[in-house]
């Protein structure tokens, strides 16, 4: 059975509808909704993590796990708004990982790699 709910995003109000895929098990535990966004909003922070700056699709990736970068250096390139962006590493160090891939799309705060 479904049933609509109003929610907000980050003051933006939203009508949804949500459908009971399982049933409720006998003494299945009940969270808050504080002990939940409590648990399922942790950020996790990593290390040397260059993240995305905006919203957008990555259009290129400049760079490889072990090569070698300087602050400043363009390490990909995110399309946003019909603009290309540099994203640039803000530490020097080796590329530890690549975490996206030309044609993804990335939100701001999604890591793009990890320079260590």
């Known amino acids: 059975m479904a049933k609509l709910f109003n929610i ?3 003051g933006n ?3 949804v509808e949500v459908e ?3 049933p409720a ?3 299945r535990q009940t969270y808050t909704p504080q002990e939940v966004e409590a648990a399922s909003f942790q950020p996790r ?3 040397g993590a260059v993240t995305a700056p905006m ?3 990555v259009s290129k990736v400049l760079c490889s796990p072990g090569d070698q970068v300087q602050v ?3 390490i990909m390139i995110v399309e946003a708004m019909k603009m290309e962006n ?3 590493a803000d530490k020097a160090g080796i590329v530890q990982e690549i975490r996206v891939t030309p044609g993804q799309s990335v939100a701001p705060g999604d890591i793009l790699a990890v320079i260590a």
């Open 8 to 10: 907000k995003v980050n």
């Open 13 to 15: 109000p939203y009508l």
């Open 20 to 22: 009971e895929i399982v």
């Open 25 to 27: 098990a006998p003494g």
């Open 45 to 47: 922070v990593v290390q």
């Open 55 to 57: 919203n957008g699709v």
């Open 72 to 74: 400043g250096q363009a």
């Open 86 to 88: 540099e994203v640039a």
